[in-house]
């Protein structure tokens, strides 16, 4: 019973973490033209590192705080973004 919950819990966490990684990616491509491709590249290295944390936090914290945690780092992954787009600009 255990294992179920824990895998069940395992899938909230790739399900989020995948659609973050898309929204991400979207934000990337759209706000970043010049840079796409390094961004990408920041953005999956990112989401790896967002994935392994949340499967390290999920059987402590449970879902809910996990999933918060991914959308927190979505959110500074797009000012990231943002930010290296203006720092191209201005450079």
Do not use: F, H, R
């Not at 898309?22 to 934000?27: A, D, G, L, S, T």
């Not at 999956?44 to 994935?51: D, L, S, Y």
């Not at 787009?85 to 450079?91: D, G, H, M, P, Y």
């Amino acid at each position: 019973m255990i294992k179920t919950v824990v895998l069940a819990q395992a899938a909230v966490v790739v399900v989020v973490v995948v659609v973050v990684v898309v929204v991400v990616v979207v934000v990337v491509v759209v706000v970043v033209e010049v840079v796409v491709v390094v961004g990408v590249v920041v953005v999956v290295v990112a989401a790896a590192v967002v994935a392994k944390v949340a499967m390290a936090v999920v059987a402590a914290a449970g879902v809910a705080k996990v999933a918060m945690a991914v959308v927190a780092a979505a959110v500074v992954l797009i000012v990231a973004v943002v930010v290296v787009k203006v720092s191209v600009e201005v450079v």
